[in-house]
């Protein structure tokens, strides 16, 4: 089935580190993927779309200098959490669903838990 | 996309059904009902979706009424591992994004 890999699991560092996390797709090819972030006993929230060779879309209230999109190829995309500080730190979460299809299904990496000292 | 109602918690024994309503009363007539779970701190796991017939795979069964504004997910037989929160969530057929509501808590008890 479809598989979606994503690196780190998790990281800790200090303040003011750029943190670079990677979703890629193992199977399959994904022109679009999504990242998410989720909170302590919250449920998931959209940060933004990853669209394969052009710009990220960002959902309201996301800021696209802080959060650096790149999907750079159909089965790779990027975020780089820029300067990070504690209140980003968070469970990071990126997803995609197979080209072919438009009734495919949406399949999750394992996330990555970022702490920021 | 239409909004989805969950209980925000339900408990079940182990070795019995696990049935997981969901309304979604403004529901049309493009939008299929999708339904994840999520185990303590790992992504989304997709257990099935589906129209407006009823679907069964390995995992599970979904029940969809004919009207459309509920459904039901079934665990047959449910374990301790199937200890998760449960995500009903409505997309329409060409959508890409999913949009999560805030699930049932599932707890299986010996």
């Known amino acids: 089935g479809a598989v979606v890999s994503q690196h780190p699991s998790r990281v800790i560092c200090k303040s003011g580190t750029s943190v670079k996390i990677e979703c890629r797709s193992l199977d399959f090819q994904a022109t679009t993927m999504f990242w998410y972030r989720q909170f302590p006993k919250q449920s998931l929230m959209l940060m933004a779309t990853?669209?394969?060779?052009?710009?990220?879309?960002?959902e309201q209230g996301v800021e696209k200098d802080k959060f650096l999109i790149n999907h750079a190829s159909l089965t790779l995309s990027t975020l780089t959490v820029t300067s990070a500080h504690p209140e980003d730190s968070s469970f990071y979460i990126c997803?995609?669903?197979?080209?072919?299809?438009?009734?495919?299904?949406?399949?999750f990496g394992d996330g990555t838990r970022l702490s920021i000292l | 996309d239409a909004k989805t109602t969950q209980p925000p918690s339900m408990d079940c024994a182990e070795g019995r059904a696990a049935n997981l309503p969901c309304n979604h009363s403004?529901?049309?007539?493009?939008?299929?009902v999708y339904w994840y779970r999520q185990i303590h701190s790992q992504g989304p796991q997709y257990i099935i979706h589906g129209l407006k017939n009823n679907e069964t795979n390995e995992m599970a069964s979904l029940i969809i009424t004919e009207d459309r504004k509920s459904s039901t997910l079934i665990l047959p037989h449910a374990t301790l591992r199937d200890t998760a929160v449960y995500y009903c969530i409505v997309r329409r057929l060409a959508g890409n994004m999913l949009t999560f509501g805030g699930g049932t808590r599932l707890m299986v008890k010996p």
């Open positions: 403004t529901i049309s007539g493009n939008e299929y």
């Open positions: 990853s669209n394969e060779g052009s710009k990220a879309t960002y």
């Open positions: 997803s995609a669903r197979p080209g072919q299809g438009i009734n495919q299904p949406q399949h």
